[in-house]
Each structure stands twice: as structure tokens, then as C-alpha cells.
């Protein structure tokens, strides 16, 4: 399987602090995305990194890919209780998307 | 805006049931996609269609059937639902592009 594996599982933080997420996956891809999951939701698409890509913005959200270590990381700055969400790596292959288990993110007021 | 509707937030049904899960999609999406996401294990996919009649299997399609009759509709059917069946059941759908839209989810419970 090429799943992709998040990391940590849980991250608590201060609004205002900066939140990282990192993700590990096995085998060669065409993108790899990033979802974001509020509580009993179904998933919303955050941002796309392609496989030739390295770095990308977009607002709070900055993602790194390293196709050579097979992974990715994915940095909110200055965060907000309403960041307060799960979030899923996915790698994609074709026409499929394979997702990590995820990392759940607590921002306090 | 895409909208991705399912037909059931939360469902309640007997072992042994056969159990239709609905989902519609009002963006001409050509691939749809369900999803099962169990705690601890993210999310797996069952079944996919990539047009009208359609179907591929994921990674995980025993116990499960899927009809796409309509290119809007795309049914996942559980012909005789079984407690380890109980989860969350996501529909997703995309043009084909990379980014899929997600519908709600549906939490089905087996009892």
C-alpha cells in the first residue's frame, strides 16, 4: 500500500502558534494533497503539491514535498481556534487517492 | 460551488440487512468515489466509477456492491450488513482532476 502516514497523531496548541504536520508515504506519486476534516464532516481540499513542485503557499498554508525521502509537511501559521480540525495527507496515483490515518489538531483560545 | 449530498447523516440498521447509501453529485463529475474512515485506520476506498455503469474496485470492496446508473447517482450497497460494517461512509467526486469533493458522510451502525 502506498499510504501515507501523518505525524503526529494529535497536536495541541496556542491560537497564534504555528502548527506542522508531517507526512511519510512509500511509493512514487503524481501529488499529494492535503485535506482538512471538522468533526464528523466529510473532507475539504486544502492544497496540491505536484511531484516535480518542492514548496507551495497558499494564505496561512505552506506545504514542502521531498520526493526523494517521500515526504511532505504542511505548516499553519499564526493558527486559530477554527484550524481546530483532523488533517489528511493523500497521495495520488492515477485517478485514486490513498490517505493517511491523520493528524488531529486542538487549537486553544 | 460543487455539492455532494448523501442521503443519510446517521442510519441504524439490523444485521442482515441489505442497506442502499445514496450519493449525488451536481457538478458533472465524470469519477465517484465511497470511502469507508474508521478510527485508527483514515479512510479506505471501496469502490470507484469513472462513468455511467462504471465500477472499479478500491481497496477494500468484500461485502459491498455500487450501481451508477445515473452520471449524478452513485449507490453503494451493502447486500447483507454486518456489525463490521459500522462505520463512516464518505462519497467523494472530481472531473477527473486531482481534487475530489467530499459529500457529509453517512454514520452507518450495524446492530
Known amino acids: 500500500s502506498q499510504q501515507g502516514e501523518e505525524d503526529p497523531q494529535a497536536l495541541s496548541i496556542q491560537e497564534g502558534e504555528n502548527a506542522t504536520m508531517n507526512c511519510s508515504y512509500k511509493t512514487s506519486i503524481n501529488n499529494l494533497q492535503w485535506y482538512r476534516q471538522n468533526s464528523g464532516r466529510g473532507l475539504v481540499h486544502l492544497i496540491l503539491?505536484?511531484?516535480?513542485?518542492r514548496e507551495k503557499h497558499s494564505g496561512r498554508l505552506r506545504v514542502t514535498l521531498d520526493t526523494s525521502k517521500k515526504s511532505s509537511s504542511l505548516l499553519i501559521t499564526a493558527s486559530r481556534a477554527a484550524d481546530t480540525a483532523s488533517y489528511f495527507c493523500?497521495?495520488?496515483?492515477?485517478?485514486?487517492?490513498?490517505f493517511g490515518k491523520g493528524t488531529m489538531l486542538l487549537v486553544s483560545p | 460551488d460543487v455539492k455532494v449530498t448523501q442521503s443519510s447523516r446517521y442510519l441504524v440498521k439490523r444485521t442482515g440487512e441489505k442497506v442502499f447509501l445514496e450519493c449525488v453529485q451536481d457538478?458533472?463529475?465524470?469519477?465517484m468515489f465511497w470511502y469507508r474512515q474508521d478510527p485508527g485506520l483514515g479512510l479506505r476506498l471501496i469502490y470507484f466509477?469513472?462513468?455511467?455503469?462504471?465500477?472499479e474496485k478500491g481497496d477494500i470492496p468484500e461485502g459491498y456492491s455500487v450501481s451508477r446508473e445515473k452520471k449524478e447517482r452513485f449507490s453503494l450497497i451493502l447486500e447483507s450488513a454486518s456489525t463490521n460494517q459500522t462505520s463512516m461512509y464518505l462519497c467523494?467526486?472530481?472531473?477527473?482532476?486531482?481534487?475530489?469533493?467530499f459529500g457529509p458522510g453517512t454514520r452507518l451502525t450495524v446492530t
Open positions: 467523494a467526486s472530481n472531473v477527473p482532476g486531482p481534487e475530489q469533493y
Open positions: 457538478m458533472d463529475h465524470e469519477n
Open positions: 466509477s469513472y462513468d455511467v455503469k462504471m465500477k
Open positions: 493523500a497521495t495520488a496515483r492515477y485517478s485514486t487517492l490513498t
Open positions: 503539491i505536484r511531484s516535480n513542485e
